[in-house]
């Protein structure tokens, strides 16, 4: 469903475009978590200037809560095309929330080899931050109730949009 | 002590009677039914309104696991466990330990039973010694100390020929001989009928053919030697036709079925369930048919609980390592009883199944209420419905595939040469 | 009867047997294999899915292979694995089954795998602990007598599906020892759960239960008739104990009606891969050419296994 409120999903990643093509590495990999991270991390890979290798990421196996709620029903593989090893590396996820997942991602990411460096970029920051995770390029903050959850979704024409669904997935 | 029944159906099968009557008992046997005797003062007066009064019930088949045994169960537990479920009079086979092949041991049996004052037991000897299918025992002895019959309990004997020699003896005295109808090496290891249960579970099965090509020998050697043989537990739908054809062309033979294979079959194993561990197995839902329509058409000719208490620990194991054996003393009227209600059967007739028939067989004076019998009564309620649980069972085993059953008929009086030995 | 391997949720809290488990498990058990298969070709093969956790190897009976892939496996998932031996030794001190699972139990553990020599032992142990209220402990049936092998039944289809993609038009035979094998019953109740139009064993009349196709197979006694068109080739292991007695006159024999030459497998679809459990006596079930052939799937089953068991354990410590 619709909150009003919600920005489009389309114009925030222009801006997020514009924001990372000034600052972000010539040489750096994006890393997008799946599901909508992997799709923004496509999206950027083809708008940001210059060759940026893209790599998706599942962090089923590294979640904090799986004691409690197990494995998900689907769990994708990890793709990482390319050697991480002193590379600096962009992570992409389409909602920063608690920060877990980014934290489950970065624990991964250096059974795979130590980078240089990691920085983050997401869509939308909705705050409630239960870690200490940053993001280093944000598209757009926006606020919504606790019980509420905010998903990126992917048309069949590509395009993206974002809505609210009550909470209850193993969304962080 | 003189005894008195009143307002009680009183079903005796091998008299024919059936109807609501007095029943009078006095010194230990039944002294009249319907008119009092002479001078008549009860000392106790039953009210057995909705209430049936018949034969205390005979069980060819009941291990009370004395001597040697203790541990799964004692005369005292079995015995009370017997009289509970109306059992009045029971035969126990030889495979105690040691088993009953000798004089003194069948003696201390009988005394042993005899002093607790319930059930009436009356052992079966072992056909060869030790059980071992080799030297056959002394069964003038035995006879004299109380051996009803002689049997090899769940013992083979592989040598045909000492089995020849031993129908042979037995046959020469007149005495009994009761035989399993399995083929040793068939049955080698086997665990379950040979059938989809057992493929699907990986459980090492027994083909029915274990019980007809023994009973094709058992036949021939009956035959030509002239034995009074009764064939224990019969199984498999083949087994009931080859009896009932064996029957027809003459054969002088008796045969039974534990009261198991009438209800259940191998699906209830569902998960390795050990309590379904029994010999012979519990076979498939034809055999279970073939087995009710052979006691309702008279081919078998009783109905026992093979009662066989296992404790705890021998059953708490892997389907194939767990014990064999079921208890079955209490259940033995109850589940007789739902076999009647579910195949139409009239209760006189179901009822000699378990009393004046076994008694026949046995060869006593029992399972019959005739002025002068020994009185031997059980007095239920058809409609009493019990659940079957540890509490419930005064058996020691506690095992039976019927945990957490519900079924009807509960004993309400049991009295034995007429002493009131039990009641609920 | 209720299947005690799923929980009041419908999730899968022990892995019994692949007889009466839903496809979507089955499925979904084989997706999840997927990212395992990924995991074992990095550097770091390990992830902390069950850190903490404590992971017994209850052997029974004696399996070097199985026990080490189920060890590997385990400790991928970062687990503290205890290997336990049992063998004969300890039955012949006296403690029972039930015993050993309680006295481990006291130490803290969170899953056995189990293999026995009596089919049904997993069961057991599963209804005692369920009994016993310790729905945590999950029980993983590794091979039970004759009955079930559930991780190979599970790689066995997961290989399959890896080669063949879809069940849904696929012949698969297997040929061998039947009677006594778990492997066999594990992979025909998840083939036919899958939908596998065409099942077939092949085998002498000796090494078949009289009840097999009640199991939904097609029955052969002749190989040249049970392989032709077949999409896969199961080749099942031969236990010499079975060699010499009554059941079968000798290896050669053997060999020479039910064994895997490349001449025979030319009867199969010319795109047809061979499966054997392992570890192959060769020269008894498969020629060596076969075995070490292009057709011949045999090590990808290995790497396989290792990923399936990860998903399975991963699957049932997050129930």
């Known amino acids: 469903m619709n909150a009003p409120g919600l920005p489009d999903a389309e114009g925030v990643l222009s801006t997020l475009v514009e924001r990372m093509s000034v600052e972000v590495d010539a040489d750096a990999l994006l890393v997008g978590i799946y599901s909508g991270g992997a799709w923004l991390a496509e999206r950027l890979g083809a708008a940001l200037p210059g060759e940026h290798p893209v790599g998706f990421i599942d962090v089923s196996f590294y979640r904090d809560d799986y004691a409690t709620k197990g494995l998900r029903a689907k769990v994708a593989s990890t793709a990482l095309p390319f050697d991480i090893a002193g590379r600096r590396l962009v992570l992409v996820d389409d909602v920063l929330y608690t920060g877990r997942s980014v934290r489950a991602a970065i624990n991964e990411l250096f059974d795979y080899g130590r980078p240089a460096s990691i920085e983050l970029a997401v869509l939308i920051d909705r705050g409630g931050r239960e870690l200490p995770i940053e993001a280093t390029w ?12 905010i998903v990126l979704d992917r048309g069949v024409d590509g395009r993206l949009a974002l809505s609210v669904e009550p909470a209850g997935g193993a969304r962080a | 002590m003189k005894l008195e029944i009143v307002n009680g159906r009183v079903i005796d099968p091998k008299h024919g009677v059936d109807r609501v009557t007095p029943l009078y008992v006095a010194a230990g046997k039944v002294a009249a039914l319907g008119t009092p005797p002479p001078d008549w003062r009860a000392s106790r ?26 541990h799964k169960a004692t005369l005292e537990s079995e015995m009370q ?31 042993r039973a ?49 089995l020849l020699r031993a129908l042979q003896y037995a046959a020469t005295f007149g005495y009994a001989v009761w035989l399993r109808p399995q083929d040793p090496y068939l049955s080698r290891g086997g665990v379950a009928h040979d059938g989809e249960v057992a493929t699907r579970l990986g459980l090492q099965a027994i083909p029915s053919c274990a019980e007809t090509i023994a009973l094709d020998t058992l036949f021939e050697l009956a035959r030509s030697t002239g034995a009074r043989l009764h064939l224990a537990r019969i199984s498999t739908h083949d087994g009931v036709q080859r009896i009932r054809e064996a029957k027809r062309s003459g054969l002088a033979l008796s045969c039974d079925v534990a009261i198991h294979h009438l209800h259940l079959c191998d699906t209830d194993i569902g998960w390795f369930n050990a309590s379904c561990h029994v010999i012979p197995p519990l076979r498939g839902h034809r055999d279970r048919e073939a087995l009710r329509a052979g006691v309702a058409d008279g081919t078998i000719d009783l109905v026992c609980s093979d009662h066989a208490p296992v404790d705890d620990d021998a059953k708490q194991l892997p389907f194939a390592e767990s014990e064999a054996g079921a208890t079955g003393l209490e259940l033995l009227l109850p589940l007789t009883l739902k076999w009647a209600r579910e195949a139409r059967v009239g209760l006189p ?53 019927f945990l957490g059953v519900e079924l009807a008929g509960k004993v309400r009086f049991t009295v034995v040469a007429g002493q009131l030995v039990h009641e609920s | 009867m209720h299947s005690p391997q799923l929980n009041a949720a419908g999730e899968l809290t022990h892995l019994l047997t692949l007889e009466g488990l839903p496809a979507d498990v089955i499925v979904r058990i084989l997706d999840t294999a997927i990212p395992f298969v990924s995991i074992a070709e990095r550097d770091v093969k390990k992830v902390p899915l069950l850190r903490g956790k404590a992971v017994f190897n209850l052997f029974f009976e004696n399996s070097t292979r199985t026990r080490t892939t189920f060890e590997i496996a385990a400790k991928r998932l970062s ?81 399959i599906r890896h080669y063949k993609k879809d069940f849904r038009g696929l012949t698969v035979a297997m040929v061998g020892d039947v009677l006594h094998s778990r492997v066999a019953r594990s992979l025909i109740h998840g083939l036919t759960t899958l939908g596998t139009p065409e099942v077939r064993v092949i085998a002498p009349k000796t090494l078949l239960p009289t009840s097999i196709a009640s199991l939904g197979v097609h029955v052969h006694y002749d190989m040249a008739e049970g392989l032709r068109g077949a999409d896969v080739v199961v080749m099942l292991r031969l236990q010499n104990e079975r060699m010499g007695g009554a059941m079968l006159p000798s290896a050669g024999e053997f060999f020479k009606h039910y064994g895997l030459t490349a001449e025979k497998l030319a009867l199969a679809k010319p795109d047809a891969i061979v499966m054997h459990p392992g570890p192959m ?39």
């Open chain 3, 281 to 319: 006596n060769r020269g008894v079930e498969i020629e060596s050419t076969v075995a070490d052939g292009v057709h011949s799937v045999i090590l990808p089953q290995v790497t396989f296994g290792i990923a399936v068991r990860m998903a399975v354990m991963s699957m049932l410590a997050g129930a």
């Open chain 2, 81 to 111: 466990a017997a009289v509970a479920g109306g059992v009045t009079s029971l035969a126990c086979p030889p495979d105690t330990d040691p088993p009953l092949d000798e004089p003194g041991l069948v003696e201390m049996l009988k005394h």
């Open chain 2, 45 to 70: 007066v039953i009210d057995a309104k909705g209430l049936i009064v018949c034969p205390g019930l005979v069980d060819a088949s009941a291990r009370l696991r004395e001597p040697g045994f203790e």
């Open chain 3, 79 to 159: 687990a503290d694995v205890i290997n336990l031996n049992i063998g004969v030794s300890s039955t012949s001190k006296g403690e029972t089954l039930l015993d050993t699972i309680d006295n481990l139990v006291a130490m803290n553990a969170d899953m056995f795998v189990v293999r026995h020599a009596q089919s049904g032992a997993p069961h057991l142990i599963a209804q005692h602990l369920s009994a016993a209220r310790r729905d945590h402990i999950h029980v993983v049936n590794a091979g039970d007598g004759r009955h079930q092998h559930p991780t190979q039944g599970l790689l066995d289809l997961f290989t």
């Open chain 2, 349 to 401: 007739q179901a009822l000699a199944c378990v009393t004046s028939r076994p008694a026949q067989v046995l060869g006593i004076d029992a399972g019959h209420l005739a002025v002068d019998a020994p009185a031997d009564v059980c007095v239920f309620d058809p409609e009493a419905w019990w659940t079957v649980d540890r509490r419930s069972l005064h058996s020691q085993g506690k095992n039976t595939p």
């Open chain 1, 138 to 149: 944000v598209g757009a903050r926006v606020a919504v109730a606790r019980d509420l959850s």
């Open chain 2, 114 to 162: 005899r002093s607790l004052h319930r059930a009436h037991v009356y052992p079966v000897g072992a056909l060869t010694v030790g059980l071992k299918g080799m030297a056959i025992t002394e069964m003038g002895e035995l006879s004299e100390a109380g051996c009803i019959a002689f049997s090899q309990a769940d013992a083979e004997i592989a040598d045909t020929q000492v």
